[in-house]
């Protein structure tokens, strides 16, 4: 991935971890965060 | 009482102000808790992929995304911290919201590769590779 994907993917993934009410994300929701940052295709798939 | 959520916001707690790992017994002090219930809080969030124990122990190892343990991933905000990946190194200046430089080493060939967040914006030439495919990323988290 390139580095604006991390920071895409990073800020979806990581941006509520110190909150609180932190839960991981489902895997649809993880599948969704990836697709909306273009990681997408069999590597990505959960 | 389920106190998995306490002991997540005192280790990370503990991992942003001195950059080291909270034992079980150092949570049960800070929250007032059981130290048993502590133990068993840490093993359920291993298990759920929240923290990275050594394996046998109840040692943190990484409580994503940070790591206790250093790495070719230092992140610095404020203070420094290291990162278990690539990927977590941009995942501290998500979770602390705030800008950040990255010194990180390119695991090839070991080159520095300067990158970071500045003004809320990524910087830094590079690709990140990923070895593993995501479905098997918490079969070895220390190998993706």
Redesign the interface.
Known sequence: ????Q??N???K???N??D???R?PTADE?RAI?ASVGLTG????? | MDPSGEVRAAIYAAILDSGRAPTPAEVASAIVADADAVAAAFRALAAAHVIVLRPGTLEIAWAPPFSVVATPFRVTAGSSWHAPCAWDAFGIPAALKRDAVIDARCAWSGERIDCGVRGGVAYGAGVIHLLVPAAHFWDDIAYT
């Open positions: 991935m390139t580095i604006p991390a920071w993917l990073s800020r993934w990581y941006g971890r110190l609180r009410d932190f991981r993880a990836f069999v590597f990505w798939e959960l």
